[in-house]
């Protein structure tokens, strides 16, 4: 297959902007199901087993979209495999660019009247998907999950959450809900929405509430993972956190800012007692360690500072070289 970049895909028409509540409640809907997946090969025989039978309970109309990001095992083939017995479609990227490019090209690529966003691994159960749908004939155009609780992760990912969604309250410009993550219903004008926005560092938690429209929250118990490992370790962790603070504050900037003036002001307080000292007591022979102690401390929130700011200039650097989010190597089900 070649090699195919995505430039300007065409916006899906948007039907329900002209419903009410009453015409949603009993308009048929087409549904897209998008799950990325990264070498998750175990888990989709399992996945599809039982999300299929409950697409076809909502919908008699329905795709499942695999986005394969780059997986080092045959979970592409597998999905190629069940594409003979299911409504399924797949895209497999030409290297891992990372679960948030392969969110946005499912979604990009979804044609239905509203998109489910899913984990491949099985924590995103299936029993919740009903509600979902309950809620955007009721009117909501975003129905978020959100975990009942997170006992089952290890202690510092629960304490590393709360820190975030406790920065990112106090910080963001635009409202982040804690323990929401990526397992969604969305309405097709949100998708399109999404589809419009060009940024290359992308957070995707942050870009649903940064859009906006009529969002309600439903509680879900996250399960444990039908096979393998998670591959989202301590570092993309801290990847992503450091994006989301990025891309959505500039309160790092505002804290060196302010940090800055602050130290400004204390040195010219010290200057003008230096001044004072001098013309009324004489000038002491001065130490050393004082100097010292000055300067190494000045020198290093100089150099934290400019790291600070080189990580939004750097940031800015490679938006402005405005590479493709992701590349499609292969696709399954999609005109070319």
Same mark, same amino acid.
Not at 153 to 157: D, F, M, R, S, T
């Given at each position: 297959m070649s090699i195919s970049v995505?430039?300007?895909l065409k916006a899906q028409p948007d039907i329900s902007a002209q419903l009410n509540n009453a015409d949603r409640a009993s308009m048929p +809907?087409? /549904?897209s199901c998008v799950i990325p997946v990264f070498n998750e090969a175990e888990n989709i025989h399992a996945l599809v087993a039982e999300l299929h039978p409950c697409l076809q309970q909502m919908s008699d109309s329905f795709e499942i979209i695999f986005v394969d990001d780059g997986s080092r095992d045959n979970t592409y083939a597998i999905a190629a495999e069940l594409a003979d017995k299911y409504p399924i479609k797949a895209l497999q990227f030409s290297r891992n660019f990372g679960k948030e490019a392969a969110m946005t090209a499912g979604l990009e690529h979804a044609t239905g009247d509203v998109v489910i966003l899913m984990d491949g691994d099985g924590q995103h159960g299936t029993s919740v998907l009903p509600k979902f749908l309950a809620e955007w004939r009721n009117g909501y155009d975003m129905v978020y999950g959100v975990r009942s609780g997170r006992q089952s992760?290890?202690?510092?990912?629960r304490k590393m959450s709360n820190w975030f969604y406790s920065l990112m309250q106090s910080a963001a410009s635009v409202p982040i809900v804690p323990d929401?993550?990526?397992f969604r219903l969305m309405d097709r004008r949100v998708v399109n929405a999404l589809n419009q926005l060009p940024e290359r560092a992308r957070f995707m938690k942050g870009l649903y509430a940064w859009v906006g429209f009529k969002s309600i929250g439903c509680a879900y118990d996250v399960k444990e993972r039908n096979a393998g490992k998670s591959s989202f370790n301590f570092k993309r962790l801290i990847q992503l956190a450091l994006t989301? /603070?990025?891309s959505f504050s500039d309160v790092p900037?505002?804290?060196w800012g302010a940090i800055g003036g602050i130290i400004s002001i204390l040195a010219i307080l010290n200057g003008i007692?230096? +001044?004072v000292s001098t013309l009324f007591f004489g000038n002491d022979v001065p130490g050393w360690a004082t100097i010292a102690v000055s300067i190494s401390f000045l020198g290093g929130i100089q150099l934290l500072s400019i790291g600070v700011l080189g990580e939004y200039i750097g940031r800015i650097f490679n938006e402005v070289k405005r590479r493709p989010i992701y590349i499609v190597a292969n696709t399954i089900g999609f005109k070319n």
């Open positions: 995505p430039t300007n +809907v087409s /549904i992760e290890p202690l510092w990912k929401a993550g990526d989301g /603070i990025v900037l505002r804290v007692y230096i +001044v």
